[in-house]
C-alpha cells in the first residue's frame, strides 16, 4: 500500500499503485482473468480517491494487463510482457509483490575504489547507498555506483526508482542486468533500522548493468534480508 508520508521525489501515488498491481500479476498474486474488487472499495483500502485509482487502471491498460468491461468490472490481463519501472527488481515479499521504495542514505562523487570490479569507461562514478523496502518493510541496503561517463546523479532529483531518474534524468535506459547471488556480510555502514548488525550474514547480489551492448555503466551490491524478502527470477 503506497506510503503516507512522502517527499518531494516520490513517485507519483498512480504510479506506485500501478507497480504495485503490476509486481502483483508478475507474482501470480493476481491471475489472468481476475476480477478486481469494485473501484469504490478498491480505492478506500488503497487510501486514495476513485480517481487517482482509475489513473492507475489505465496504466495497466496501456500496457494491456488490464479489461475494463462495462456494467461488469476491472479484469486482469496477464498475457502482455510488463513494461514495469521495477521489472529489474528482483526482491519481492516471502508471498510475493511488494512495492519497493527507498529511503537515500548518501550520494558522494569519487574515484573509483580499488575494490570495485572493472565497470565503465571513466575513473569516477557517482555512489548511492540506500535503505530498501517493500511496502513498508525494512528489506535491505544497497550501494550503487554509476560511471562517471553515464552521468552524473543530483541527490535532490532522486526518486524511488533509480532507473527511472537515469531516463528521465541522464537520458539512458538500463536495458540488462547480470546478478549474481550469494552470501555477504552487512557493510559497517548499515543503518541501524536494518534488521541485522554490520558483519552479520545475510543474502548478497551484485550486479551489472547496461544501457548499450559496450562495458556495463552501472554496478551495485545489494545485502537484504531473507527472512522478509526473496530474490525472484521468472522465465517466461
Given at each position: 500500500?503506497?506510503?503516507?508520508?512522502?517527499?518531494?521525489t516520490a513517485l507519483p501515488v498512480y504510479i506506485e499503485i500501478a507497480e504495485m498491481l503490476i509486481r502483483d500479476i508478475a507474482a501470480g498474486r493476481l491471475i489472468d482473468g481476475e476480477r478486481l474488487a469494485p473501484e469504490?472499495?478498491?480505492?478506500?483500502?488503497?487510501?486514495?480517491?476513485?480517481?487517482?485509482?482509475?489513473?492507475?487502471?489505465?496504466?495497466?491498460?496501456?500496457?494491456?494487463?488490464?479489461?475494463?468491461?462495462?456494467?461488469?468490472?476491472?479484469?486482469?490481463?496477464?498475457?502482455?510482457?510488463?513494461?514495469?519501472?521495477?521489472a529489474m527488481?528482483?526482491?519481492?515479499?516471502?508471498?510475493?509483490?511488494?512495492?519497493?521504495?527507498?529511503?537515500?542514505?548518501?550520494?558522494?562523487h569519487m574515484d573509483k575504489p580499488a575494490d570495485l570490479p572493472?565497470?565503465?569507461?571513466?575513473?569516477?562514478?557517482?555512489?548511492?547507498?540506500?535503505?530498501r523496502y517493500l511496502n513498508d518493510t525494512i528489506i535491505a541496503v544497497e550501494e550503487i555506483w554509476l560511471d562517471g561517463a553515464a552521468g552524473i546523479i543530483d541527490p535532490a532529483l532522486l526518486s524511488d526508482s533509480l532507473y527511472r531518474y537515469y531516463?528521465?534524468?541522464?537520458?539512458?535506459?538500463?536495458?540488462?542486468?547480470?546478478?549474481?547471488?550469494?552470501?555477504?556480510?552487512?557493510?559497517?555502514w548499515a543503518p541501524t533500522a536494518f534488521s541485522?548488525?554490520?558483519?552479520?550474514?545475510?543474502?548478497?547480489i551484485e550486479r551489472f548493468s547496461w544501457a548499450e551492448p559496450a562495458a556495463a555503466v552501472e554496478f551495485s551490491r545489494t545485502w537484504f534480508d531473507p527472512t522478509r524478502a526473496i530474490y525472484v527470477q521468472r522465465l517466461k
Open positions: 500500500m503506497p506510503r503516507s508520508a512522502r517527499n518531494a469504490r472499495e478498491m480505492a478506500a483500502e488503497l487510501g486514495v480517491s476513485v480517481g487517482t485509482l482509475r489513473k492507475s487502471l489505465r496504466e495497466l491498460e496501456k500496457k494491456d494487463m488490464l479489461e475494463r468491461v462495462q456494467g461488469s468490472g476491472n479484469y486482469i490481463r496477464d498475457g502482455a510482457p510488463s513494461s514495469s519501472i521495477y527488481f528482483r526482491l519481492e515479499l516471502p508471498q510475493g509483490g511488494g512495492l519497493p521504495r527507498a529511503d537515500v542514505l548518501a550520494v558522494d572493472t565497470f565503465g569507461s571513466a575513473t569516477h562514478a557517482s555512489r548511492v547507498r540506500r535503505l531516463k528521465a534524468r541522464l537520458g539512458f535506459w538500463i536495458r540488462r542486468a547480470e546478478d549474481r547471488v550469494s552470501i555477504g556480510q552487512v557493510p559497517e541485522h548488525p554490520p558483519g552479520a550474514t545475510v543474502g548478497y
